[in-house]
């Protein structure tokens, strides 16, 4: 499945296993509520797990996030908490870029 992360999705996305914009990019390529349920997809640095079955697959099922994805999680979460805390000091990290991604399913 080629997952696709766009700037709205950054945009909307926050530092959770299951708001996060790739999780937000996998339930709209799923065609699953985002908000306000916790249900159908965490994702966190190592893996992204499908809670329940959607479309056919089963729930339950754990992939390993590829290197491109845990470097994004890794730039988005740092974005995101100095944003949160209005920070922009000469060390700030920059938003993350939108990107793709192909996920075993």
């Not at 997952?3 to 709205?8: A, G, H, K, L």
């Not at 996060?20 to 065609?31: Q, T």
């Not at 089963?58 to 988005?76: H, L, M, N, R, W």
Request: aromatic share 10%.
């Amino acid at each position: 499945m080629l997952i696709r992360v766009t700037q709205e999705h950054i945009d909307e996305g926050e530092c959770h296993r299951c708001y996060c914009p790739i999780a937000l990019a996998i339930k709209d390529i799923l065609n699953v509520p985002r908000y306000p349920s916790e249900k159908f997809v965490e994702v966190n640095k190592k893996s992204i797990t499908l809670l329940e079955p959607i479309s056919g697959r089963d729930g339950g099922s754990t992939e390993y996030v590829p290197e491109v994805a845990e470097k994004f999680i890794e730039q988005f979460d740092g974005w995101k908490t100095q944003q949160n805390n209005n920070y922009s000091g000469p060390d700030a990290v920059v938003c993350p870029e939108p990107f793709e991604f192909e996920l075993e399913v």
